[in-house]
Structure formats: C-alpha cells, structure tokens
C-alpha cells in the first residue's frame, strides 16, 4: 500500500520543454502541474476532511436537543440507536480512513517525491548555467536555495490546500447552521471573519516581505560558511580565522537582527488574533444564553455555537500560523527563484548540430569579446590553426589568453565575429559535442570529491579500471595513487580525494588530471598552465607523455614559462586582447619585440610575470 502511493510521483520525470519561469505563480504552476492529479487528489480528500469535522459538531448539538426533548432517559437508546451508530460509524471508521488516505497522500506520494523532483530540476536548470553565473555568486548560496526552495514551495502548497477548505468549510457551513437556528447568531462570527481577514490583509504581506529578506540572509550566511570553509588552507596560510569569524559573524548578526523584526510582527498578529477569538466566545456565548433566555433558541443550539467558536477559536490560531507560513514560504520560494529562474545565456541553438571533428582546423575570425561592455578583453582578433598544427600563445598576465580558451570552450558567447572548428560556427553546434572534441588541462586543476578512479575516468565514464590505471601510469600518478587512503578505509584507486582534491599535492592533483585528459584522448587539445604545479624531474617525464598525446591532435598551450612552449609549431603573442607577433621562438626573438623582453625576464632570472 505505501509503495503504491509513494509511486504516484516520479521525481526524475523529464522537465517541461520550457524552463522555470521568473514569476511567482508561474514558478508555482511550474511545478504543480507535474503533479496535478495527485494534489486534486489531496484537495478533493481535504473537503471530505472538513465537511466530517463540521458534521460532527452539528451531530453535538443535535445529541443536546434530542436528549432534552427524550421522555425517558431509558428508551434514549432505542429510540434513537440508528443515528447513534451512524455517528459512531463515521467518527471511528469513515474519519480515520479518509484521514488515513489524507497522510498517504500528502506523506508518501508529496512529501518526498514533490520535494525531490523540485530540486532535481532546479539543480539540472541551474547545471546548465553558464561559467559566468558561478562566477558571480556563492557556490554554497546557490546550492542553499536549490535545497530550500524545493520545501517551501512544496509547504506553502499543501498550506493553502488545508487553509481553503478548513476556512471555506468551517465559516459557510457555521454561518449557516446559526442561521438554522436564529440570524442573529451568525453576527458575531460575521464580524470575527471581518476582522480577521483584515488583520491578515496587513500583517502577511509585511511578514512575506520580511520572510523574503530573512531568507536572502539565510543564503547569504550559508555562503559565506561555505566559502571558508572551502577556502580554509588559504585562511589558516594567512592566520586569518579570526576575520573569517567576523566575516560570517556580519551574516549571523543581519540574519538575527531580521529575525527579530519578523517575530515582531508575527507576536503582534498573534495578541490581536487572541483577542478578537475571545471576544467571539464571549460575544457568541452572551448572545446565544440571551436569544435562549428569550425563548428563542434550543440549549441543543448553545451547544452547537458554543463547539463550533471555541473550535474556530483554536483553528483561527492554526490558520495564522499556516498562512504566516504560506507567506514566509512564499517569501524563500521567490527569493530562490531570482536566482533559480534566472535564463541561461550561452545555449544552443533549436537546429543546433553535433560536432564531429575530422580535421581539427580552428578559426578566430574578427573575435571581440568583453566580460563588461565598457572593456573588451579580445579585440578583433583573427588567428587560424591548420589541422594538427601545435602552437603556443604567450603575453603578459590580463592579455587574453585564457579568456581565448573560454570562448573556444564556449563558456561564453563572443559579441562579434565568430569561431569555427573544420568550418562549422561553434555558436551552431551543442555545446556538448563540441566540449566533447576538447581536452583541457588548466593550471587550476580542481578535482571532485569522488574516488581517484572516478576523477580520471570523468575523461570518459564508460571505461573501465583498467583505462585508468594506463592513464595514471603515463601521467605518473599510478605510484602516489595506490598509497592512498580516506577516512572511511577506502584505498588506491577507490580512495576519496577531498574536496577540490584538497588532499593531495598540486603536482599530484595536476597529474590526475592530465592522466583524465589522456583517458579522453578528445582530437583537439588545450593545455593552460599543464604543467605548472609539477617539479622538473616529473615535469619532464610528463612531457613525453604530452607529446605523445598531442601527435595528430590541434594544439593549443599556454604557459608563463616560455621554455615549456618554445618548441611548438608556432608562437603567438597576444596583448591587450590582439596578436602582436607569429612566428617560431628564433623568428620572435629576432624581432626584438614583446616576445623578446619576456624572455630576457625569465631567461635572466625573473620569476613572476610581466
């Protein structure tokens, strides 16, 4: 039985054709009609919910009448023994199997699979975003609304499902069994619901405000502790713990200080709730013992009114909470989606094609590129690379050459000109293939938090273990590798290598990534900086390995120390974002220009850039 409803939802079922929208009820709607059945479900059992509870009230007041007007207590049960067992049927059968259905429902098929196919295409919409989207926000705080989204939005919907029939059930069919007995007992509750609802009208849109702003302080701090602690080597290198305490310290003051201002609001809703909940029993009670002491009413009418404000009395104090916790959620619901929702700006295009590389010939053609439209950091820039040609770009830090491979990659979209691979515009072919057709070894050599065998085979998931222990081999990490081992007495090849590869050793993280771009043998190579974090000793056996790798392959190196790239088929000098200078190492050198004074740098003993 519970398998069958938690089997109602599928939280992997393929997203809609059309990403999250960047409006509230569109974002809800989104996601809701992925599950329409189920939730109609959950409203139609919720009305069946409401309508037996008021029922039993009305079956309260209709046991005081018929047991005053009884002529013997005796003959009480034979007389009416049908209605007593009818009610005993619908309080000890009917409502715990209606309740019952309720709790699967919304416990076993919503709860959990809602919850999860939220975040699961949340997260895969916000996968697909470009490389500048991470760039500009907290990895931590991204990560914070994809996971908090998901249960407030899921919340506020199974609120306002049990707020609307409880309060729509509850105030029609009271309103009309006083009526039943005399309009005048319905003027109390009339004005209570006026009430009401007009403390609500003030109250919850400054609580959803409030609710928004304490959940962009919420993600602010989640990213900020994620931040250093991701960043703890460079805060204990620098003995800076202590600002890294205050600066998450900020956060937790702003969040607390938030805090108070929503709990302000929401204690003083509250008073006013409670009083205007006596003043409906006591303006109820009063009126119905005076209608009664003018003969106007039954004691059986007392019971029922009394039962039913005192009951509306608790349920005025649920329904506050829960719609102050619809507006909090719909506050964290909209905050998440600014940035969940956000449209991706690199995508491909509808007719867009899948790259097959035969050749490998590359063309920069009239590129300008800039990451702000006041600086461009690539100015009409024109460079072909014939098909296995090798050549190496070098120029002083902030000219452009990284942000070349960038666009290569196509992380972003160049504003003029474009980039072909064998004659086909990048801009026309997925994204996929053509990333496919690239291997990159970047100075960066971040890994993932996976096993040493997984961060190699990410080059290429089908192989086996056997692929990753030749590709460790030729990048010289087969021996470090098999003397590793994590905290949960996993070794080797199955070892976890921390986050980022914070375990291991620059050198050793870079040969692990090379050894996966030996695994993906892709037929254009890029390599920024391959070999910067290794010793000369293993720099030079990996070497050979790389160039063996590149025979065949269209290459593309860049490195600060020239003597890496100076045997390449061809060097280009690159500053300011445009080409300076072409030509071999001698041929540059010979030309006394850019190339030159890089060279006396490094050759006469300068470490850094220029």
Not at 257 to 281: A, K
Not at 298 to 305: D, E
Not at 309 to 316: E, F, G, L, P, Q
Not at 501 to 506: A, N, T
Request: hydrophobic share 45%.
């Amino acid at each position: 039985m519970f398998r069958w409803f938690e089997q109602r939802i599928s939280p992997f079922k393929p997203s809609p054709a059309t990403p999250p929208p960047n409006e509230l009820l569109g974002f809800y709607w989104y996601f809701i009609r992925q599950c329409k059945s189920v939730i109609f479900a959950v409203l139609i059992v919720g009305l069946v919910v409401a309508l037996i509870e008021v029922l039993l009230f009305a079956f309260l007041g209709e046991l005081v009448n018929l047991m005053t007007a009884a002529e013997t207590p005796a003959s009480f049960f034979s007389d009416h023994g049908e209605l007593l067992l009818w009610m005993a049927f619908v309080a000890l059968i009917l409502r715990p199997i209606v309740y019952g259905i309720q709790l699967l429902l919304v416990n076993h098929a919503i709860l959990p699979n809602f919850t999860a196919l939220i975040r699961w295409q949340t997260h895969k919409h916000v996968l697909h975003q470009s490389v500048s989207f991470f760039h500009n926000d907290f990895a931590g705080r991204i990560a914070n609304k994809v996971m908090q989204t998901a249960p407030s939005l899921r919340e506020s919907v199974i609120q306002v499902i049990d707020t609307l029939w409880f309060v729509s059930i509850y105030a029609i069919l009271a309103l009309g069994l006083f009526a039943q007995s005399d309009f005048r007992l319905m003027i109390p509750l009339i004005l209570w619901m006026l009430t009401f609802v007009l403390l609500l009208w003030y109250f919850v849109p400054r609580v959803k405000e409030r609710a928004k702003l304490l959940s962009e302080s919420r993600s602010s701090l989640t990213g900020r502790i994620v931040d250093s602690y991701t960043n703890i080597l460079t805060a204990k290198l620098f003995s800076h713990t202590d600002r890294e305490e205050s600066y998450a310290g900020e956060a937790i003051r702003e969040l607390t200080q938030r805090f108070f201002h929503q709990m302000r609001l929401i204690s003083t809703l509250e008073t006013c709730v409670i009083f205007i909940n006596g003043s409906l029993i006591v303006a109820t009670c009063g009126l119905g013992i005076w209608l009664w002491s003018q003969d106007a009413i039954s004691l059986g009418a007392i019971a029922l009114s009394t039962g039913l404000v005192i009951r509306i009395n608790n349920m005025a104090l649920w329904v506050m909470f829960v719609v102050t916790g619809i507006f909090e959620n719909l506050g964290a619901v909209h905050e998440g989606m600014e940035t969940i929702a956000k449209p991706h700006t690199v995508i491909d295009r509808t007719d867009a094609t899948k790259l097959n590389v035969n050749q490998g010939e590359i063309c920069f053609n009239n590129v300008t590129f800039a990451y702000d439209d006041a600086n461009p950091v690539i100015k009409d820039l024109n460079l072909k690379l014939h098909a296995g040609e090798r050549i190496g770009i070098v120029g002083p830090s902030g000219a452009g050459k990284s942000t070349l491979v960038n666009l290569l990659m196509r992380f972003y979209d160049i504003e003029h000109g474009d980039i072909t691979i064998d004659g086909y515009d990048i801009s026309t072919v997925t994204q996929q293939s053509l990333r496919a057709n690239i291997g990159v070894v970047t100075q960066d050599s971040s890994l993932l938090h996976r096993s040493a065998k997984d961060n190699i085979l990410y080059g290429r998931p089908d192989a086996d273990i056997d692929v990753a222990v030749e590709a460790a081999k030729r990048a010289h990490a087969h021996e470090f590798i098999l003397g590793l081992r994590d905290l949960d007495g996993r070794t080797g090849y199955d070892a976890y290598v921390g986050e980022r590869g914070v375990k291991l050793s620059g050198g050793q993280r870079q040969r692990i990534t090379i050894a996966r771009v030996l695994v993906k043998d892709a037929p254009i190579l890029v390599l920024d900086e391959a070999t910067s974090a290794l010793d000369s000793e293993v720099e030079a056996a990996i070497q050979q390995q790389l160039n063996h790798l590149m025979h065949g392959k269209t290459v593309i190196a860049i490195a600060h120390r020239l003597s890496t790239i100076a045997a390449m088929d061809r060097l280009v000098v690159i500053d300011q974002g445009r080409i300076v200078g072409q030509g071999s190492h001698r041929e540059l050198l010979a030309e006394n220009g850019l190339y030159t004074k890089l060279w006396q740098h490094q050759s006469g003993g300068f470490l850094g850039d220029i």
